[in-house]
């Protein structure tokens, strides 16, 4: 057996809130590691904490590399003359969504040996930690500690699905904020067969009120994706999914309540795309360097009336075509006697993104949005989604 397959079983065997400490044992035994840290990203993924010990002075010698691991998303050596244990820093990354950093110690000269076959154990360690999420709170208190998440945030982040994801010749990303108090803002997304399906959601009103609302339109649209028959149709239709959305909608509150969305539907091998526009959440189309936006017939936002049809609208992506999708919390975010971000700061923040993956890009761009609000809280809740495409180059 080998030794990825050999951790694998010990992964599998050991308790859902014990794997740290089963990594760390099996790393001492099969690659003669000094020492490991896991870190875990927060909900802003703009910071690390080590999982089951209290942040001190020698971990935060650590927390530099590390974080520079997490942003590059490749290896970080610290091997210095002279010193005969260096420390590796390695992305623990599954499905292209950045789950932390694996930190470990060794004996500089078994570094070329060993390097390998750690990476890869890395990858492994991730998707078993993605599968534990939900079968212990450990990793979420460890995550955390930069901040105490509302009861609203609590929902919005257990009903998402992981926070990027890629394959060959697609990557996806998203991001909410303030990502400890946010209320009705959403995405949701799912890969099945050639189709990618995504949307983005606004609830309206704010707090739990909002995010009960929300919840109930992710479910249903979830329900009806769910529910194709074999051979009839494909997840890439998209009017089933906003009229069951609209109709548990409209059912439940009678038209007082309503959600903001737009339905994405591509296809990763043609990049043909299906939108539907149900609210005010924008697309924006970057294109051989330039940005525009996509604008699209505008048609009811879910459960504002009953028994409303929506119509697809289709277009075909171009190879190396970036789209980006805003909330209201974005692209009309205001300040005192100026103009919106969205006509301000938006176009300039994604241009200069162009360099970056999407999980890097939407960060950019939610930095520069709270750099618009000079350092303060956000006024409303933020989302913005980033997908690259280009064409599954051949096996």
């Known amino acids: 057996m080998s030794r ?18 089963a990594l760390d044992a099996y ?19 703009t910071a690390l904490s080590p999982s089951g010990t209290e942040p001190d002075e020698f971990l935060g010698e650590q927390l530099g590399p590390a974080m520079r691991a997490f942003a590059s998303q490749t290896p970080v050596l610290e091997a210095r003359d002279g010193q005969a244990i260096a420390r590796l820093h390695l992305p623990v990354t599954a499905w292209g969504e950045r789950v932390g950093v694996l930190s470990v110690g060794l004996d500089a000269d078994r570094v070329p040996t060993e390097r390998p076959g750690l990476e ?24 955390r500690r930069s901040g105490r998440l509302t009861m609203a945030a609590e929902m919005q982040w257990d009903l998402l699905p992981a926070r990027a994801y890629e394959q060959p010749g697609m990557k996806f990303a998203g991001q909410l904020e303030p990502a400890y108090a946010v209320g009705g803002d959403h995405f949701d997304w799912s890969i099945n067969g050639d189709w990618l399906t995504v949307t983005a959601l606004n609830g309206m009103g704010s707090g739990l009120d909002a995010a009960l609302l929300t919840t109930l339109a992710v479910n249903a649209m979830r329900n009806a994706r769910r529910s194709i028959p074999s051979g009839q149709g494909h997840p890439g239709d998209l009017t089933d999914q906003a009229v069951l959305a609209a109709d548990a909608i409209f059912s439940q509150y009678g038209g007082a309540r309503h959600v903001a969305t737009l339905l994405l539907a591509l296809n990763t091998v043609t990049g043909e795309l299906h939108m539907i526009d149900a609210g005010s959440p924008r697309m924006i189309m970057v294109r051989n360097g330039q ?23 289709h277009t075909r992506l171009n190879p190396g075509d970036r789209l980006f999708v ?35 890009a939407i960060s950019s761009v939610m930095r520069s949005l709270r750099d618009y609000h000079a350092g303060a809280e956000l006024a ?16």
């Open 4 to 21: 990825v397959g050999s951790l694998d079983k010990t992964l599998r065997t050991s308790p859902p809130d014990r794997l740290v400490e």
């Open 27 to 45: 790393l001492s035994a099969n690659h003669g590691t000094k020492s490991s840290t896991v870190w875990l990203a927060d909900y802003r993924t």
């Open 120 to 143: 890869e154990l890395a990858e492994s360690f991730a998707v078993a930690l993605a599968a534990a999420y939900r079968r212990t709170d450990r990793y979420y208190m460890d995550r």
């Open 291 to 313: 940005v525009s936006e996509m604008v699209l017939d505008a048609q009811l936002p879910l459960g504002m009336f009953g028994d409303t049809r929506y119509v697809e609208e």
């Open 326 to 360: 805003v909330s209201d919390g974005v692209h009309a975010a205001t300040r005192p006697n100026e103009a919106t971000f969205g006509e301000r700061e938006l176009s300039r923040a994604i241009r200069s993104t162009r360099l970056q993956p999407p999980a890097e």
């Open 380 to 395: 409303d809740d933020a989302l913005i989604i980033c997908l690259d495409w280009s064409p599954r180059a051949d096996p």
